[in-house]
């Protein structure tokens, strides 16, 4: 196989911005070759001039949405940026025995660890008032392993030990090092493909919206058009939950900062 050309690479830095709204640094030219060079191989394809001609003939939709997932970074893990969950926790103990459904989405959930650090408040929270949690991301492959719900015990390091003991089965055997998010939880949670960089499909209304450690891929125009979308699916009063490296500054104008990385969006 013959190494990409900074022509080849530009073209694939196009492509993942298309596709995903993602812009793709000069410098992730090894990472495009170490990822996509199995479906060069796949494919029986000499370089990756061949292969971005093959993903723009309109021909193969399922590749393209493989190349898609193989350029989106997803490293997550359970409770990441802990200040977000005690302040679900907080929202959720005063939302409890209410008869509305309280909602709550993870807007980039990768393999899923967001989505059921949510859930696993919330079922410790709210009681008696209906819940429920959705995860979407632009990638199949993690969405798959989102609903497999099973993890290695290092992505739980952060786990509290009683929700360790209450929504997870510990692995034997040959799975000793891994766990298994309990089933009960797992039916609470619904995970579905959404590409953010289009126009949404009707989700219905949230009470807090997590959009954590992707804006970072976006340009500013991006993050502007994204944002919009996503905020339209907040209720009035909501808050939306972004990164810790991230910021709003000069993306939306439409919310109320009310704690590091969290926001209101106006009664």
């Given at each position: 196989?013959r190494?990409?050309?900074d022509?080849?690479?530009?073209?694939f830095q196009?492509?993942?911005?298309?596709?995903?709204?993602i812009?793709m640094s000069?410098?992730?030219?090894?990472?495009?070759m170490?990822?996509?060079?199995?479906?060069l191989?796949a494919h029986?394809?000499?370089?990756?001039?061949e292969?971005?001609?093959?993903?723009?003939s309109?021909?193969?939709?399922?590749?393209v949405q493989m190349a898609?997932?193989?350029l989106?970074?997803?490293?997550?893990?359970?409770?990441?940026?802990?200040k977000?969950?005690?302040?679900?926790?907080t929202?959720?103990l005063?939302?409890?025995?209410r008869?509305?459904?309280y909602?709550?989405?993870?807007a980039a959930?990768?393999?899923?660890?967001?989505?059921?650090s949510i859930?696993?408040?919330?079922?410790?929270?709210?009681?008696?008032?209906?819940?429920?949690?959705?995860?979407?991301d632009?990638s199949?492959?993690?969405?798959?392993?989102?609903?497999r719900?099973l993890?290695?015990?290092?992505?739980?390091?952060?786990?509290?030990?009683?929700?360790?003991?209450?929504?997870?089965?510990?692995?034997s055997?040959?799975y000793?090092?891994?766990?298994?998010?309990?089933?009960?939880?797992r039916?609470?949670v619904?995970?579905r493909h959404?590409?953010?960089?289009?126009a949404?499909?009707?989700v219905?209304?949230?009470?807090?919206?997590f959009l954590?450690?992707?804006?970072?891929?976006f340009?500013?125009?991006?993050?502007r058009?994204?944002?919009?979308?996503v905020?339209?699916a907040?209720?009035p009063?909501?808050?939306?939950?972004?990164?810790?490296?991230?910021?709003l500054?000069?993306?939306s104008?439409a919310?109320t900062?009310?704690a590091?990385?969290?926001?209101?969006?106006p009664?």
């Amino acid at each position: 196989m013959r190494p990409i050309t900074d022509t080849e690479l530009a073209q694939f830095q196009r492509f993942i911005f298309d596709e995903a709204g993602i812009t793709m640094s000069a410098a992730k030219k090894a990472l495009v070759m170490g990822r996509l060079g199995k479906r060069l191989a796949a494919h029986e394809l000499e370089n990756f001039g061949e292969y971005f001609r093959l993903l723009t003939s309109g021909q193969h939709p399922a590749e393209v949405q493989m190349a898609v997932d193989l350029l989106t970074t997803n490293e997550t893990y359970f409770f990441r940026e802990i200040k977000h969950f005690e302040f679900l926790r907080t929202q959720a103990l005063a939302a409890r025995n209410r008869s509305q459904s309280y909602r709550v989405w993870s807007a980039a959930s990768s393999s899923g660890e967001e989505a059921y650090s949510i859930a696993m408040v919330l079922a410790d929270c709210v009681e008696s008032t209906p819940w429920e949690v959705l995860g979407t991301d632009i990638s199949t492959r993690v969405l798959e392993g989102a609903a497999r719900a099973l993890y290695t015990m290092e992505r739980a390091r952060h786990v509290p030990a009683a929700y360790l003991r209450r929504f997870c089965l510990k692995g034997s055997g040959a799975y000793a090092d891994q766990l298994l998010i309990e089933r009960s939880l797992r039916a609470r949670v619904n995970f579905r493909h959404m590409n953010l960089n289009v126009a949404l499909p009707d989700v219905g209304q949230f009470d807090i919206i997590f959009l954590r450690n992707v804006m970072i891929y976006f340009s500013t125009e991006t993050k502007r058009e994204v944002v919009a979308r996503v905020l339209s699916a907040l209720k009035p009063g909501g808050y939306f939950c972004i990164g810790h490296s991230e910021s709003l500054n000069d993306v939306s104008q439409a919310l109320t900062p009310v704690a590091p990385s969290i926001y209101r969006k106006p009664p």
